[in-house]
């Protein structure tokens, strides 16, 4: 893959979800690494798929699990991955959504660098799960991809 093609690449927020799972309390951090564990394993495979094989060079993942209490001892867990993807090409919401499969799919342009930094900021100063990795390079643009969001924070922004 050649330099040129990332510069010239979209950069873009991507979040994954799936149907929150219910647990019977309490949520322990060990039942937190697990949701992480298993919903990462749906987002790989579904990252070696066609769709985002030939759509995305590659991205940070920020993986979480949030709770929600139901009563009785219950709990909702939803986990999900906030992402900033590098785009081969513009790809709409609806083929990601369809490609996906899993739940629902959230994307949005990355529009300035302050917006870029403030949202990778977000994500990666989050509780930590000890026993999983919830921040993740990944692709072909393990290394390019920081190229980019370099590129991305040099380019003067024509919005606040």
Not at 80 to 87: I, K
């Amino acid at each position: 893959m050649a330099a040129d093609a990332i510069c010239e690449a979209r950069l873009a927020f991507l979040t994954l979800t799936m149907p929150n799972s219910t647990v019977r309390g309490p949520v322990t951090d060990e039942v937190r690494v697990q949701a992480v564990r298993d919903f990462k394993k749906q987002v790989g495979q579904w990252k070696r798929t066609r769709g985002p094989k030939e759509n995305l060079y590659g991205g940070i993942d920020y993986y979480e699990v949030t709770t929600k209490h139901l009563g009785g001892g219950w709990y909702s867990l939803n986990p999900h991955a906030h992402c900033v993807v590098v785009l081969a090409r513009y790809w709409p919401q609806k083929e990601i959504q369809e490609s996906w499969r899993r739940g629902i799919v959230d994307i949005r342009a990355v529009r300035s660098a302050r917006q870029t930094a403030t949202y990778a900021t977000k994500y990666a100063t989050k509780h930590r799960l000890n026993g999983v990795r919830t921040k993740e390079r990944w692709g072909a643009c393990r290394t390019a991809v920081l190229s980019a969001l370099g590129e991305s924070l040099r380019t003067p922004s024509t919005e606040s």
